[in-house]
């Protein structure tokens, strides 16, 4: 059964300062990917997908990946309060059914002006 | 942009009353998903549907029935609610294949008293 685990649980930034998020995953078949953020009551938007080992960019967010160590992570540089939400690790097995995501617990991320 | 739509929003209802969940997605998307969150922000797949066809079917209980009209509508129905069920029900879509993103929902909380 695969577990995704994330840390830290929450996490408080200044304006401007860079934002790290972890996740890792238990199992080594996974191959996708994807950060998610959630503002409170409303859905996910997903933020950036990785599918291969390095560094996936897109905008502020830069996911990192490295699956020998089952761990990714998530940058975001120059966070705004606006980006003030929790954020999802969701991770999908090669041998999953279709769609079947495995989302951590999530990390809420608080920018302080 | 919110391409996947969900009602009600929200919902509070008391134990043994059934309950419907709406979803309807205008991304051109084969497949959908019914995630369920719990209070500590944990998302695991309920149900996922591709083309009218059930693919996926988590050991949910018996009370959850998902249905499906065409391939842009995923209903959830919940027969004689109970306490547990109280949770965040979110619907989500997306193109078939490996690897794609599925696109979320702004979610349809649930309050059981």
């Known amino acids: 059964q695969q577990k995704v685990q994330q840390s830290p649980e929450s996490l408080t930034v200044s304006e401007g300062a860079m934002a790290s998020l972890n996740c890792t995953f238990s199992?080594?078949?996974?191959?996708?990917f994807r950060w998610y953020r959630q503002h409170s009551a409303k859905g996910l938007e997903v933020l950036v997908s990785i599918f291969s080992d390095g560094e996936k960019e897109e905008g502020r967010f830069t996911a990192h990946l490295n699956r020998a160590n089952l761990h990714v992570s998530l940058h975001i540089r120059e966070p705004q309060p606006s980006d003030s939400a929790v954020y999802l690790c969701a991770v999908s097995m090669r041998s999953s059914a279709l769609g079947r995501l495995h989302f951590g617990a999530g990390t809420q991320l608080i920018v302080i002006p | 942009e919110t391409a996947v739509f969900q009602t009600p929003n929200y919902h509070v209802t008391q134990v043994g009353n059934e309950v419907s969940f709406n979803c309807k997605q205008t991304?051109?998307?084969?497949?959908m998903y019914w995630y369920k969150q719990d209070s500590k922000k944990l998302l695991k797949i309920m149900f996922s549907y591709n083309n009218k066809q059930l693919i996926v079917n988590e050991t949910v209980p018996r009370r959850f029935s998902p249905q499906s009209s065409d391939k842009a509508h995923l209903n959830l129905r919940i027969k004689s609610v109970e306490p547990e069920d109280s949770a965040v029900y979110l619907c989500?879509?997306?193109?078939?294949?490996?690897?794609?993103?599925?696109?979320f929902g702004e979610g349809s909380r649930l309050i059981v008293v």
């Open positions: 199992d080594g078949t996974s191959n996708n």
């Open positions: 989500a879509s997306s193109p078939t294949g490996t690897g794609n993103t599925l696109y």
């Open positions: 991304l051109g998307h084969d497949t």
